[in-house]
């Protein structure tokens, strides 16, 4: 008789906000960092000049890799290679995925494959470390114009070694049915960053709302 899966466990990603103060910003990290749990930070200035990005790598990078939470890069994997990322994440638009794969070697690549099981196997096959899957839900933070079903996320890791993670408009409210459908990692910007009461309280409430649909 076949098992059940076993489960894999849910983890959140963050992602900083399209735009940061940095004179401000590090120490508001720091504190969101260390309220919880967090597996990752992306990197997500868009539209930012290359020497803004530099200088946001140089203060956000020491602070999440001191905590052991993986540093990402979104749109530019070979500027991740170039500062020492922990790797970088990209969507269909953002280059040759092959030629980032070769670049970055041993760091991470993530995938955006919106809500497509065939860019997602295509991007398994080229050997992306994650896929993403999104916008689940209605987000402000991005023009996201696809909306994949909760089915994908069970197809997805029924069948598939490989991470997923779930992407858009996710709060603490809504995130429990995709945490049950197998997503491996949350990623989120708003309900962290714009959490009523603070960044380090919304880590807390996606961290809770996590273990709480892992029951
Ligand atoms: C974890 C994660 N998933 C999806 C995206 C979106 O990437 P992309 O489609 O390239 O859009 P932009 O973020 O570059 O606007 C992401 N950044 N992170
Ligand atoms: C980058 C990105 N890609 C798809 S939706 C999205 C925005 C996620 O932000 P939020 O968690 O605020 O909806
Ligand atoms: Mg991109």
């Known amino acids: 008789m076949p098992h059940p899966p076993e489960p894999r466990g849910c983890r959140l990603y963050l992602v900083t906000p399209p735009r940061i103060d940095l004179a401000?910003?590090?120490d508001t990290l720091a504190r969101a960092l260390d309220a919880g749990d967090v597996a990752c930070l992306q990197l997500r200035l868009k539209d930012a000049p290359e020497d803004e990005v530099l200088r946001a790598i140089d203060a956000l990078r020491p602070l999440a890799q001191s905590r052991d939470v993986a540093f990402l890069l979104n749109d530019d994997a070979?500027?991740?290679?170039?500062?020492?990322?922990?790797?970088a994440h990209l969507g269909q638009e953002d280059g040759d995925h092959a030629a980032a794969r070769a670049l970055l070697r041993e760091a991470t690549l993530g995938i955006t494959c919106h809500d497509s099981r065939h860019l997602a196997m295509?991007?398994?096959?080229?050997?992306?470390?994650?896929v993403a899957f999104g916008a689940f839900f209605p987000t402000t933070t991005k023009d996201a114009r696809h909306r994949p079903e909760l089915e994908i996320?069970?197809?997805?890791?029924?069948?598939?070694?490989i991470p997923c993670v779930a992407i858009g408009g996710i709060t603490a409210a809504n995130c429990a049915p995709?945490?049950?459908?197998?997503?491996?990692?949350?990623?989120?910007?708003?309900?962290?960053?714009?959490h009523p009461e603070g960044p380090a309280a919304g880590v807390r409430?996606?961290?809770?709302?996590?273990?709480a649909a892992e029951g």
Do not use: H, K, Q
């Open 122 to 130: 295509r991007a398994g096959e080229m050997g992306a470390d994650y």
């Open 78 to 87: 070979e500027l991740a290679a170039r500062t020492g990322c922990d790797g």
């Open 24 to 26: 401000t910003f590090p």
């Open 153 to 161: 996320l069970e197809w997805w890791s029924s069948i598939f070694e």
């Open 205 to 211: 409430a996606m961290n809770e709302a996590i273990a």
């Open 178 to 194: 995709l945490v049950r459908a197998g997503a491996d990692f949350l990623a989120v910007v708003g309900a962290v960053w714009s």
